[in-house]
């Protein structure tokens, strides 16, 4: 068996989306997600001139190989472009060999660790008041976990909060970077303040999380962690930017709040001392920017060793193709924790038929071989690529700080 064509489809169903599709010499097709939010085009230009043209001609059933072979036979390793471009053939040969077997891809994998997979969906306000109404509607639509961020009063514009109430929160919304103004202490202030309201409302078995969006330093999240552990957060997210990962160290001295880190990580070396010093309790690297199921595999097991359980990303802007092949992934893994879930547009949903399904808090894997997610190629056409960027974040004297 021949890989017999390839090709990349760009589509903007609300959203940019890049997927790679891979076809055989027998007719058999398999579909990965090559998405690299504000930077799709880089990843089609890797795919179209280095990747494609070196994949025709061989055996699609070889996955390992292929993967060490886009991988070291790049000499230039890792990074958000070349994983992602590794982790779309990765999916989309791991979909064909699955439909190869006649098999979900869960069952290839080793089969049900569980029945259903818990998500955390996400509640946003402008204000408490409003994020808790938001809390509660996930709450009646069946969510057994919810993310919670609520603006802050003197900051404009912040990570996670929809512009209007009510509203998904879409942070690429802009041609060029939107610049916002952060200040730090009226986070920190404001923060413990929600989550006591969180706890006064919904009681104690709601599981709640919160994501920083990397920008404290290790003192300030110690502190953050510190006066939150009241509120018994199942996690607590991306606290610091974490290219250095010793200073999670410092962090954990401090606090017993779990910490969540690696949506930005494309390879088991981002998170190595993280796992091996027990510095984080959930790792969030997902199959799209992180070498795709091979190489995910590697840093879950690694994980495992440690009482590290994942916690995938996946917000709007993986693809459906993504989300469908996480929810294998999360059946099947041992040491799974949690799956992140922001519903996708209507549009985007008719693009890539799917058979997951989200019921009662939790998705149900489908049971269709391969990732169970298609692409409708001629729906995909009427959504032309809009360049988004993503906003960027000064502090108030006007020093660039981390979005
Ligand atoms: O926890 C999350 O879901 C993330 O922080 C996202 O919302 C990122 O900001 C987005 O993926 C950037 O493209
Ligand atoms: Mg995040």
Redesign the pocket.
Known sequence: MKIEQAYTIVTSPGRNFVTLKIVTDQGEYGIGDATL??REMAVVAYLEEHVIPTLIGRDPQRIEDIWHYLYRGAYWRRGPVTMSAIAAVDMALWDIKAKLAGMPLYQLLGGKSRDRVMVYGHATGRDIEACLEEVARHVDEGYKAVRVQAGVPGIASI??VAKKDGEPYE??DSDLPAEHVWSTSKYLNHVPKLFAAVRERFGEDLHVLH?V?HRLTPIEAARLGKEVEPYHLFWL??CVPAENQEAFGLIRQHTTTPLAVG?VFNSLYDAKALIENQWIDYIRATLTHAGGITHMRRIADLAGLYHVRTGF???T?LSPVCLGSAIHFDTWVPNFGIQ?Y?PHTSATDQVFPHDYRFEDGHFIVGETPGHGVDIDETLAKQYPYKRAS?PVNRLEDGTLWHW
């Open positions: 939010n504000g990570y996670g942070p690429a994501d969006h997210e991306d949506e990303h996946g917000p802007d992140e922001m993503l």
